[in-house]
């Protein structure tokens, strides 16, 4: 029998100051609206130097351990889906492994593949103990990140920064994954990339979003064949990604979650043999349903509109939003993930809420998480921003998070705040 494998709980950090997106809108003269309605972000998380990913990731998975009582010496791998990691060599989970003391016999790592190498270590963590090697151990999957375009440019209103750190075991009481069902596509593109040597990123806006509405096609045809092979979803009664109660998109801003949904459906609906929508014109019309978005997406997004796009965690804070709020109502049902990644590759996944969700997310304690940030006008902001990567400014870490303190001999030194 294979064995029952998944998320058993998650932990949200996130940086301790936003901006508010019309004060944005306002400072670089643009209608408000544009970033509102037509990117879908209400705030962004800003980061100063001393919120490096290091310290993101540590807070994330600190805070993981201590809400949900994970017993550390259980902890057999420790994985960090990073794109804007700290050095060439010395990987951001090594960092972690000693911040939070963490067993020396387990094997730690970083994935990157751009926002899909936090899926890259999850699926790594899933199959490690699906295939039994980790058997009687978990793993924590961090997915942590600061998105960065720089002031002035078409991207600056979908920055942010936080971190998703993932328990993976064998008990998943948030989501048990449907392992091995998973669909996936890559392709050798330019859309979005950040040479060595750069903070910010390069970015073919308009471009990266056709790639990502094309490999999410591939990844969800992929996922539907094998799906529908399975039984867990049919060609009959209605299309097959409507049998999913819920789809948490890859989600650079919130606006693109509905692009994608609308790409799915298209999918579905170019595909079904007996369309009732035969003209292209009168599919891409049913594809738009407002409905199916309201229902099937628009409740995933309220932390990655408050929060901007963090990269790696960016699907994670849609579960972790979906949960958070729709947790117990969700229990038993399957849903749906995509996570997409800039060069690029997407994978299609699903898994099956479980009964203890909203107790879990609840311990997760997300809304005092949020309502710890301090809101800052954009000239500060911007005087953060102007701040090198490698000058932390003199400040005690808040309760139960970490900080860069100091670079003494290109070595990087952290403390945490006390108690949380
Ligand atoms: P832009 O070109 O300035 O914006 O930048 P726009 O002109 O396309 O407008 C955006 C939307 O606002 C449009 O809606 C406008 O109609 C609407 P849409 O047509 O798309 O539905 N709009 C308004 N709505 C209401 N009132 C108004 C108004 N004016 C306009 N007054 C762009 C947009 C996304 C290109 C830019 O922000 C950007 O470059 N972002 C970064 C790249 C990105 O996020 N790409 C997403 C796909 S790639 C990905 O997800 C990977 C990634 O996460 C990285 C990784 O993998 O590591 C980025």
Known sequence: MQRKVGIEALAVAVPSRYVDIEDLARARNVDPAKFTSGLGA???AVTDPGEDTVALAATAAARLIRQQGVDPSRVGMLVVGTETGIDHSKPVASHVQGLLKLPRTMRTYDTQHACYGGTAGLMAATEWLASGAGAGKVAIVVCADIARY???????PTQGGGAVALLVSEQPDLLALDVGLNGTCTMDVYDFWRPIGRREAVVDGHYSISCYLEALSGAYRGWREKAVAAGLVRWSGSLPGEQLARIAYHVPFCKMARKAHTQLRLCDLEDAKDSKAGTPEAREELAKSAASYDAQVASSLGLNARIGNVYTASLYLALAGLLHGEGAK??????????????????????VVGEKAAERMARADLDTVLARRERVPIEEYERLMKLGSDAPETKAPPPGAFRLT???DH????????AA
Request: a neutral charge; hydrophobic letters at 35%.
């Open 42 to 44: 209400r705030e962004m």
């Open 150 to 156: 720089g002031l002035n440019t078409a991207g600056e």
């Open 330 to 351: 969700l229990a038993n049902q399957r849903i749906g993930l995509l996570s997409y990644g800039s060069g690029c590759m997407a994978e299609f996944f699903s898994g």
């Open 406 to 408: 100091e670079i003494r």
């Open 411 to 418: 070595k990087r030194l952290y403390a945490e705040g006390g």
